[in-house]
């Protein structure tokens, strides 16, 4: 069966140093999502891409995170300059173009920002 | 208003219960509608689908009702894996979460 995979599982980084999250989505998808989840909250939006351009973005999306499909298959989330509120799990997720489909979600990479 | 809103419980049932979880939604042009299980620490992952004329899958049975934008999830028979956080999840342009409702299923 078809997944999204997201590599590494687990990353610990120091305050203010640049992280690059990455994701394969399932491969005939065609928009792709990042969601982050503090440990203990809710399942939050940071963006959405498609036709190679960010669609949507949330308030937490700041100039600190880009987004990038660099080939056919990867999609990465970056993120600068990094703080401690910004350590909890990044989901990427995928869905097809038919329809109103769901979303696939990747096992998820764990940030921990010391 | 939040754009989802679910009781967090958590709901602690005795196996073989049934349990019913509620969520309303905010954006009356949501196009689709879902229920994802997360389980701790892990990712969201698809239950079922919610369509307006109910759908049921086994010992799971949703309904959506778009006038009072109300989705809710029924699980009969509740077994000790069905201990998990249930997100409703509509669907427009992007997917909106409420923080879930917690489930636990005890022996």
């Known amino acids: 069966e078809p997944e999204v995979t997201q590599t590494p599982s687990h990353q610990v980084t120091q305050m203010g140093q640049e992280v690059i999250l990455r994701c394969v989505p399932i491969s005939n998808h065609l928009y792709f999502y990042w969601y982050r989840q503090i440990l203990g909250q809710k399942v939050e939006f940071l963006v959405s891409?498609?036709?190679?351009?960010?669609?949507?973005k949330s308030e937490i999306f700041d100039d600190q995170f880009s987004v990038e499909r660099p080939d056919g298959s990867n999609f990465t989330l970056k993120i600068r300059s990094t703080k401690l509120e910004d350590s909890a799990m990044y989901f990427c997720?995928?869905?097809?173009?038919?329809?109103?489909?769901?979303?696939?979600f990747g096992q998820g990479t764990r940030l921990t920002v010391v | 208003r939040k754009e989802v809103e679910q009781d967090p419980g958590p709901f602690n049932v005795p196996e073989g219960a049934t349990v019913a979880f509620n969520c309303t939604y905010s954006?009356?042009?949501?196009?689709?509608f879902f229920w994802y299980r997360q389980d701790c620490r892990k990712e969201p992952k698809l239950l079922m689908s919610v369509y307006s004329s109910g759908n049921e899958d086994g010992r799971f049975t949703a309904q959506l009702n778009r006038a009072s934008q109300y989705i809710s999830l029924l699980i009969r028979d509740s077994k000790l894996s069905d201990s998990a956080t249930y997100l409703c999840a509509p669907l427009f342009n992007k997917f909106y979460f409420g923080s879930g409702t917690k489930l636990n299923v005890k022996p």
């Open positions: 891409f498609y036709n190679n351009e960010i669609s949507e």
């Open positions: 954006n009356s042009a949501s196009q689709s």
């Open positions: 997720a995928s869905r097809s173009p038919r329809g109103n489909t769901e979303a696939f």
